[in-house]
T-cell receptor, first 115, second 111 residues
């Protein structure tokens, strides 16, 4: 089956710990994205990557880091510097054909709770 | 004007009703728009893309009004399974690879 997978579905961490969220896609998409969603707020872009070994900060990158060593994978690390890490984290990908805006497809998300 | 603005609702409608949501946007240069639906505690799923004046897919119709800078989503013959939050999405004015997400309109279809 083609798609985007995220793991784990639920994650609990203690304050002060770093944690890495996994995102894998087998759609052969060039671009990948990380968003967070908080109650009552729209999706906010954390980081995105348009090509392997390259990524850009989104609107709320502070306290997060990413890597894009393979086309299929775009892991997100939530560091202890992130002040309010409890949120629903969504990974997306898009084919990125041409200069226009491409449809983004989402994984099932990881719900992170900091205790 | 906000980059993307939606009426949060909730819209409560009976089964079989027709319901319409509006979404206003500020970037007059936007060429493409999207409607996603999101079920509670799930990921957003693409409902419809809008690239010209509108799009239709079964019971769902999206219309674009560039002059007034709004897009609408019309749902005919509402089903219980249509209950969800509907997200309006437009490209970022400075970088069309980035999307601006509305807060969503909540729809509850009642038996």
């Amino acid at each position: 089956d083609g798609g985007i997978t995220q793991s784990p579905k639920y994650l609990f961490r203690k304050e002060g710990q770093n944690v890495t969220l996994s995102c894998e896609q087998n759609l052969n998409h060039d671009a990948m994205y990380w968003y967070r969603q908080d109650p009552g707020q729209g999706l906010r872009l954390i980081y995105y990557s348009q090509i392997v070994n390259d990524f850009q900060k989104g609107d709320i990158a502070e306290g997060y880091s990413v890597s894009r060593e393979k086309k299929e994978s775009f892991p997100l690390t939530v560091t202890s510097a992130q002040k309010n890490p409890t949120a629903f984290y969504l990974c997306a990908s898009s084919i990125q054909a041409g200069e226009g805006t491409d449809t983004q497809y989402f994984g099932p998300g990881t719900r992170l709770t900091v205790l | 004007r906000k980059e993307v603005e939606q009426d949060p609702g909730p819209f409560n409608v009976p089964e079989g009703a027709t319901v319409a949501f509006n979404c206003t946007y500020s970037n007059s240069a936007s060429q493409s728009f999207f409607w996603y639906r999101q079920d509670c505690r799930k990921e957003p799923k693409l409902l419809m893309s809008v690239y010209s004046s509108g799009n239709e897919d079964g019971r769902f119709t999206a219309q674009l009004n560039r002059a007034s800078q709004y897009i609408s989503l019309l749902i005919r013959d509402s089903k219980l399974s249509d209950s969800a939050t509907y997200l309006c999405v437009v490209p970022n004015a400075g970088n069309n690879r980035k999307l601006i997400w509305g807060l969503g309109t909540s729809l509850a279809v009642n038996p």
